[in-house]
Structure formats: C-alpha cells, structure tokens
C-alpha cells in the first residue's frame, strides 16, 4: 500500500467522531435548528465550533467579533471560550439572521452585557470598530461580502490576536481552478491575501466546511 493512501477510518468517519467529540449543549443544537432554515452559510459543524471555543480559550479573549452571526451558533461557541467578562460583537447584515441569534443568546441566558449586535454589512461597520482592539475575529459570512474589507479586518486584531476564517474547503471548489464562479473566486482572493501578508502566520485546518486559521505577528 502506498505510503500516501489515508489509513482505514479516516476522512469522513474521521469528521463525524470530531463532531460527535465536539459535543453541543442544547442551546446549542436549538441555534443550529433555527440557523439550517435561514438563508446563507450553513451554520458551523461543531468540530468548527470547539476549535473556535479553544481559539478564543487559548487567547483568554476578551473582546471577539463575529462578522456574519451564524443565527448565533457561532457566537455561542466563542462565549464558550472567551473570558467570563469578555464581550462579543456580531455584525450581520441579514436581519433574520440577527433575530435568531438573539434568540440563541436569550435562550442560553447569557447576560444581556457580554453581546453586542450591529446590524450592517462589513464595508458599513467595520470602520466604526477600534483597530488593534480584539483578540480574535472571526469571518463566518460569505466571503463575498468580507473580501474588499481584508485589511480593516486584519486591522482589528491585537498583535498577537487570530482571524479565522469559515468555510473555504466546502465542497473541495477552491482547489479545482476551472471553478469560477463568484464566491470561489473570493475564497481564492481570501486565502491568497492572508497567506501573502508578511504580519501574519497563516495556516488552513481541514475541519468541517475548511478554517483559515492567520496569527498577527507581535
């Protein structure tokens, strides 16, 4: 056998222990239920969500963004592993999607304090946000919407701090260059862009839909 092939139980049977090792909370598989009827991304495997959770765990954040609000799934997640006092911002521009991560937030009873929603696309928010203010950031909407606004994002992060971005290996079209179509070409530009900023350390983690995981420089 080559030394190459995957040995027997890896790939999906792989992902679905990491999921089933990632284990949800109810409030958290009651966000997932409301997040699957909503329009846009699907919402994050919880493999992708007890990363994020031990991300923000490992930086002991304080202050993280969440840019497109996953019908709060997403954030649940990160509050996981922020610090008791820590904040979370999430911006959507969908509306329906900041209605249901209200919901997700009320019915995990967390204190009104510890979330901020702003309703607004990234080119609308993004510049009324504090640069070098946040642990961590993570990029959880369609990478169209996010793409031209790179460096504002980057510029969020402390030295030191995280951006993740969610869902670059779905469906495996990033890596096939006769796809052309719009989001992929946005991936491509995502990736690209990351991976060639000489302040960051960049890496992809094949976990769920994909994570381009980048650490600023200190």
Known sequence: MSAHLPPPGSGSEG???ADRFAAETPEM?????????????????PSTGATLAVLAGVLQARAVVSIGSGGGLTGLWLLRGMQPDG???????????????????????????RTRMIFGTPGEVLPRLSPDA???????????????QLDAVVGLV??????????????????????RDPQTVAWREV???????????????????GLLVATKRP
């Open 15 to 17: 992902a679905a222990y």
């Open 29 to 45: 598989t009651a966000a997932r239920e409301r997040a699957v009827l909503l329009p846009g991304p699907p919402p994050i495997e």
């Open 87 to 113: 904040v979370l911002t999430a911006l959507d521009g969908d509306p329906e999607q900041l209605r249901a991560a209200r919901a997700a937030f009320a019915g995990a009873a967390v204190p009104a304090g």
């Open 134 to 148: 946040y642990d961590l950031v993570v990029c959880a909407g369609h990478p169209r919407e996010y793409a031209a």
């Open 158 to 179: 402390r030295a030191g701090g995280i951006v993740v971005c969610h869902g670059l290996l779905d469906q495996g079209r990033i890596a096939d260059r006769a796809v």
């Open 191 to 209: 990736a690209r862009t990351l991976r060639e900023d000489e302040s960051l350390l960049s890496a992809v983690l094949p976990l769920g839909a």
